[in-house]
């Protein structure tokens, strides 16, 4: 964060233009706490979509590394004797693997390459490890050779792995990159003097510097640019795979836990969603999986939110009943979510709790909020969420519920879905929108009116879509978020959680955009979005302060959206304020029963005079926040807001 501030924004030094002559007033009471402010208020939303787990966040660099893809070569090469075999293999729920046998000839070769994630991101220093489960067919000593080859056919590096035992047996070797190569493939040989025949299983590579330095760990770049958020909320693993195309290939959390080479693979429904941006070869391995997702989620200090099927399989993909399950056999779907929860906070000696130990976390994750069902819809919904929700309070009455208002943040489905997870006396309901920037600029006072005595509001994915622009993560779509969640924080007695979808995309293999972080193999990019959601993540205090123009909130007039907040530990009052105009406002502002506070306040301002400009991989700090300091003469003050711009302003009571 620090790093990110003390680029000097070129922005705040621009021309200023005229202010308009309207000076619009704004009132703070900051003695008047309206409400406080959820803990965990802003956070991630995480889908398996674009590459954002396997080719993604997951740091594994072999595509297919188990053989189960339905067409079992994909993403490999082979040549010479490589035959796919599936009896006596070592994991049964991954039954297949390949026999190199020798060559018959010193000068011809047997092995198999593989391609990697649109490639494998190799960089110079870095090590690797490479393993795999192997044995040696006849029992003798077997060497295969591991290479690192570069986009032109080049060896970059290569070590060899001696295989040699008859059992099955986990190998490993580290190799150093000697440069840096963003689309390498991984070549194996089984050397040609071997008289003997090698199986290979899992075969894997990661980089040795993962996130917290875990084995089957997470790409650091992307882990941290997760962190740097400082998020509240954690939710995973989907969105529409949560769902599945059909029931089978919904995400099912139990085939994503316990010893990583025995997790089944799974069909990821973005590889067909859109034919238009169709990936035959993406697919879910769960190597990425609940567990990992809960460590996550505590390593960040984030609250946990899994999503699990209510039984529904994706409900735009299905128009017929009879793909999803039966009221009355819901039962195995129940377990599930009753079993998840005993998984994340179960005792050691229960069955599921035991196997959270065993993989290495016997303190529980202290789950506390669960969401039920995706985006459903229609009467099916309510019906199946309401067998959940007795269940799930009968067992466990303190776990916050989650249900759903469907797709759409308006309509016919959403005023029937509200009142019905009332009825349900859900404890939040996720809202989802995808709306251009005009609607989110409109909609900043969405909550003012809201229920306050209903089930509350997770904003569970929201994106500004700017439609003329190939909905490009611009500063335009950034503005307009950030002055929409001025009204998520003003109304944060009733919305009390946020997350942006989607987070991740890999710019060579996106389905849906636009999205918080992208990247490529090697590097990655954050959008003026992702600053946006770090300053209120950084920024969100502990309690609202009532504040008015006039008698209104300030939200809209003269283009102007604000809203205030204390943080009560570090003692300070935080104003956010957008101006959608591109002409500059004048402000005055009044800090109504604020006595003693530091005059230099600290000015936070993202500002941008094209609304198109967007971050590239190439250029990553078009669009960032810059800090200065804003000397307040007084209580009240006169704030010169520059035209298109966001603004945190931070000031310290003394
Ligand atoms: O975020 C992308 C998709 O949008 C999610 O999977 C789904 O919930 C929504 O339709």
């Not at 099955?168 to 050397?191: C, G, H, M, N």
């Amino acid at each position: 964060m620090k790093k990110i501030f003390l680029i000097v924004a070129v922005s705040l030094f621009l021309p200023a233009l005229q202010a308009q002559n309207d000076l619009v007033e704004w009132k703070v009471q900051t003695n008047k706490t309206v409400s406080d402010i959820n803990p965990d208020m802003y956070g991630i939303f995480f889908e398996d979509i674009n590459f954002g787990a396997d080719g993604g966040l997951y740091a594994e660099l072999i595509k297919n590394r188990s053989f189960e893809f339905p067409q079992n070569l994909m993403g490999w090469k082979t040549f010479g004797k490589v035959e796919l075999r599936s009896i006596d293999a070592p994991f049964e729920r991954n039954p297949h693997y390949v026999r190199l046998s020798p060559s018959g000839h010193g000068h011809k070769h047997t092995g198999l390459e593989n391609e990697g994630f649109r490639g494998i991101g190799l960089k110079e220093g870095a090590t690797y490890r490479f393993s795999v489960w192997a044995r040696s067919i006849d029992g003798k000593s077997q060497t295969i050779r591991i290479e690192f080859i570069d986009a032109q056919n080049n060896i970059m590096d290569r070590k060899n792995l001696s295989i040699d035992s008859r059992e099955w047996q986990k190998y490993s070797v580290e190799i150093t990159a000697s440069r840096t190569e963003p689309k390498a493939l991984l070549r194996i040989f089984l050397d040609s003097r071997s008289r003997g025949a090698v199986d290979l299983e899992h075969i894997s590579l990661f980089p040795k510097d993962t996130w917290m330095d875990r084995e089957n760990g997470l790409r650091k770049d992307l882990a941290q640019a997760l962190a740097d958020l400082k998020p509240g909320v954690f939710r995973f693993p989907g969105g529409c795979i949560v769902e599945g195309t059909d029931l089978d290939t919904r995400y099912n959390w139990k085939n994503s836990v316990g010893p990583v080479e025995n997790r089944p693979l799974n069909e990821n429904r973005w590889h067909y969603t859109f034919t238009n941006r169709f990936f035959p070869d993406y697919f879910q391995s769960y190597g990425l999986g609940f567990f990992e997702f809960f460590q996550l989620a505590e390593d960040m200090g984030a609250e946990p939110l899994p999503v699990l099927s209510v039984g529904l399989a994706c409900q735009f993909q299905n128009n017929d009943m009879s793909a999803h399950v039966p009221v009355e056999e819901l039962d195995p779907y129940v377990q599930d979510a009753l079993d998840l929860i005993e998984f994340a906070n179960g005792p050691v000696d229960s069955e599921w709790g035991k196997l959270r130990a065993d993989m290495g976390h016997p303190e529980p994750f202290n789950m506390k909020y669960l969401g039920i069902g995706n985006e459903q819809w229609g009467p099916e919904f309510p019906e199946r969420l309401e067998v959940f929700v007795k269940a799930i309070r009968q067992a466990y009455p303190d776990i916050q519920i989650i249900g759903s208002s469907g797709p759409s943040a308006e309509g016919e489905q959403f005023d029937y879905l509200w009142p019905e997870m009332k009825r349900l006396k859900v404890d939040l309901v996720d809202e989802h929108y995808y709306k251009d920037p005009n609607w989110f600029f409109a909609n900043a006072s969405r909550y003012d009116k809201y229920d306050r005595k209903g089930p509350k509001v997770f904003a569970g994915e929201y994106a500004s879509h700017d439609h003329p622009r190939g909905k490009a993560n611009n500063f335009r779509s950034a503005l307009s978020e950030a002055c929409f969640m001025t009204g998520l924080e003003r109304n944060a007695d009733v919305v009390r959680l946020a997350t942006y979808a989607p987070l991740f995309a890999h710019v060579d293999a996106w389905q849906w955009n636009p999205d918080l972080i992208w990247f490529d193999n090697l590097r990655s990019v954050k959008t003026p979005n992702w600053y946006v959601q770090q300053l209120y993540g950084h920024y969100k205090g502990t309690g609202v302060l009532r504040s008015a123009s006039g008698k209104e909130a300030l939200s809209g007039q003269n283009n102007l959206y604000a809203s205030a907040v204390r943080d009560a530990g570090k003692k300070e009052i935080i104003l956010k304020i957008g101006n959608s105009s591109n002409q500059p406002q004048r402000m005055k502002i009044e800090l109504s029963g604020l006595k003693k506070f530091n005059p230099d306040a600290k000015w936070i301002t993202m500002q941008a005079n094209d609304l198109n400009v967007v971050n590239t991989l190439d250029e990553p700090f078009n669009i960032v926040p810059g800090e200065a300091s804003f000397k307040l003469t007084g209580n009240v003050f006169e704030f010169e807001v520059k035209a298109q711009s966001f603004n945190v302003l931070v000031i310290a009571e003394e």
